[in-house]
């Protein structure tokens, strides 16, 4: 009897004890909620590692999210509205830890450039705010890279602005799209590789600033934390790559098809493509192609989702990264460990 209410009074011990969170990468730990935190979740880390960022962020306005974040090390990713009235999502990084925390109030004005984010191409130029001019296209975001120039650009696919018959762009101006709005207008196409390449590839202007971060990470919505990138991988007979589109989703994943290389006609230009066993959907063309994520989170880039082929089925085909990098005089921006 007394050997059964000391194991019960082990137990409750135990209940009473703060969670600590798994250091996992591919999702959210839950962590105990701290002062007006409605959601409080980590990965990568621990709940008691983050708790001290979390009081003082509930301790300021989200307005100050940023600057208290960075005074802790931390880079602010997104903050998005909650389903819930009167509430906001934000998410932060710092190496390979996430932090999401839900709390009341407007979300900040805190967004930028990401892997996998849903983007809009237009003829006409965009403006913040208002409707997207007839005949735009939904294409999708994929790496981050460094030009030679030592400025940092956004690649998507070069159909996703097409080019005329005098070779001029289509539709040259591009935003990264926040429904039912254009969201934040990123400026007219830098580059165009199939002008000149059979590259189905092209480079955008990246907005930098305040509460405007431009960070190497594929985006997996608000539920689930980023990808790092960490740099460019091969691409090799039946290696496994994933994607991630605007239609299809986070982390559609299949085996390559074939050897090598092959060229495809489309309505914008022959292309050099590999193609893969994923199937895909209109408006992932542009997305990242990478490495099946690593233990710690992290992938490499292999491409940019250049076309669906209907005709075998609505698979994938890419755009090898190397080339395009190679034509740019560019490199990956790489995640910080």
């Not at 602005?161 to 101006?173: A, E, I, P, Q």
């Not at 090898?320 to 490199?331: E, N």
């Amino acid at each position: 009897m007394r050997a059964r209410a000391t194991l019960s009074a082990a137990v409750l011990l135990l209940l009473a004890l703060p969670v600590r969170a798994q250091a996992q990468v591919d999702a959210y730990t839950p962590c105990p909620l701290v002062g007006g935190a409605i959601v409080f979740e980590v990965s990568g880390t621990t709940c008691e590692d983050v708790t001290p960022v979390v009081s003082a962020l509930l301790a300021q306005a989200p307005d100050a999210a940023v600057s208290v974040l960075a005074g802790a090390g931390w880079s602010a990713l997104r903050a998005r509205r909650a389903a819930a009235d009167g509430q906001h999502d934000l998410i932060a990084i710092r190496g390979l830890a996430t932090l999401r925390l839900r709390r009341s109030g407007a979300a900040p004005d805190l967004d930028g450039w990401q892997a996998g984010r849903e983007l809009l191409f237009a003829r006409k130029r965009l403006v913040g705010g208002r409707p997207a001019p007839n005949g735009s296209a939904l294409c999708t975001s994929a790496f981050l890279v460094r030009l030679s120039s030592g400025r940092l650009g956004g690649l998507s696919a070069a159909h996703c602005g097409g080019l005329r018959k005098d070779r001029t762009v289509h539709r040259r101006y591009a935003a990264l799209r926040r429904p039912p709005a254009p969201g934040i207008v990123l400026g007219r196409v830098q580059r165009i590789l199939t002008r000149s390449r059979r590259l189905d590839a092209l480079v955008l202007p990246i907005t930098q600033g305040a509460n405007r971060p431009a960070l190497p990470v594929i985006n997996r919505g608000i539920g689930r934390p980023p990808w790092r990138v960490v740099g460019t991988a091969q691409t090799r007979s039946g290696r496994t790559v994933c994607m991630t589109g605007r239609t299809s989703g986070i982390d559609e994943c299949g085996r390559l098809r074939g050897r090598g290389v092959h060229r495809l006609v489309s309505r914008w230009a022959h292309v050099t493509v590999h193609c893969t066993q994923i199937e895909a959907a209109q408006g992932d063309s542009g997305g990242p192609v990478y490495t099946a994520p690593a233990a710690d989170g992290t992938v490499r880039a292999v491409g940019i989702v250049a076309l669906i082929a209907p005709i075998l089925g609505n698979i994938m085909c890419f755009t090898p990264i190397d080339p395009v990098l190679k034509r740019l005089g560019a490199k990956i921006v790489p995640a910080s460990p």
